[in-house]
């Protein structure tokens, strides 16, 4: 891989999770629980995929101006959607998550994701959007995954228990009190920092490698 394809990736180049504060706030507000991260994720495939195959299928229907915001009503409209079928499941888990559902069509707006496959064909369409979104999901449920047995010491799923989720096991110690700073957004910023410092790193040393071959 060299460096042009390097700024391509995915992960590693321009379209990075990391690249966007809709995207870093995604990360910081919805990662205090697994179960809600869960939700975003599926929120985040749901609208990032339909939305990109409803666009590539109907693009010649597109007004020339104003296409940014028929897409970003279209994707408003499947995150609406995605909430009804949460409400459904649990009304008090709807609650909980309805703002990172309805923060998911700005950060597909955010990525350009739209533009960039207008001249793609459709099976690529789909593959790209269903990665874009993983991906940050992915790194979302992995944020997940570290502050809520840190900061509340259990892990959930979602449920139809109490704040619509499930908890697998909760630790009621007081010897972890100070862990609770992870449960707060200075908590995941410092996790953040650390995520980023490690990712840049990591890319850095990529770019040079390929630099040195």
């Known amino acids: 891989m060299n460096?042009?394809?390097?700024?391509?990736?995915?992960?590693?180049?321009?379209?990075?999770?990391?690249?966007?504060?809709?995207?870093?706030?995604?990360?910081?507000?919805?990662?205090?629980?697994?179960?809600?991260?869960?939700?975003?994720?599926?929120?985040?495939?749901?609208v990032y995929t339909l939305t990109a195959l409803i666009f590539c299928f109907t693009k010649s229907f597109f007004p020339v101006k104003g296409k940014e915001l028929v897409v970003i009503s279209l994707s408003s409209v499947l995150a609406g959607i995605y909430l009804l079928f949460v409400s459904l499941l649990s009304p008090l888990l709807a609650l909980e998550t309805s703002l990172y559902i309805i923060l998911t069509p700005m950060y597909c707006f955010?990525?350009?994701?739209?533009?960039?496959?207008?001249?793609?064909?459709?099976?690529?369409?789909?593959?790209?959007?269903?990665?874009?979104?993983?991906?940050?999901?992915?790194?979302?449920?992995?944020?997940?995954?570290?502050?809520?047995?840190?900061?509340?010491?259990?892990?959930?799923?979602?449920?139809?228990g109490s704040e619509g989720i499930i908890k697998f096991f909760t630790i009621e110690d007081d010897s972890v009190f100070p862990l609770r700073i992870f449960t707060?957004?200075?908590?995941?910023?410092?996790?953040?920092?650390?995520?980023?410092?490690?990712?840049?790193?990591?890319?850095?040393?990529?770019?040079?490698?390929?630099?040195?071959?």
Request: glycine share 10%.
């Open 110 to 160: 955010s990525m350009k994701l739209f533009p960039r496959l207008e001249h793609h064909k459709t099976e690529d369409v789909a593959i790209i959007a269903v990665l874009e979104s993983l991906i940050f999901g992915v790194f979302l449920l992995a944020l997940s995954l570290i502050r809520e047995p840190l900061g509340y010491g259990s892990l959930s799923l979602p449920g139809g």
């Open 3 to 46: 460096r042009a394809e390097l700024e391509k990736h995915l992960f590693w180049g321009k379209r990075s999770p990391l690249t966007t504060l809709t995207g870093v706030g995604i990360l910081i507000i919805a990662s205090g629980r697994t179960a809600y991260a869960l939700v975003t994720l599926g929120a985040l495939v749901w």
């Open 184 to 213: 707060s957004s200075a908590g995941a910023l410092i996790l953040l920092g650390y995520g980023v410092a490690f990712f840049n790193y990591i890319r850095d040393k990529k770019a040079r490698e390929e630099d040195e071959s």
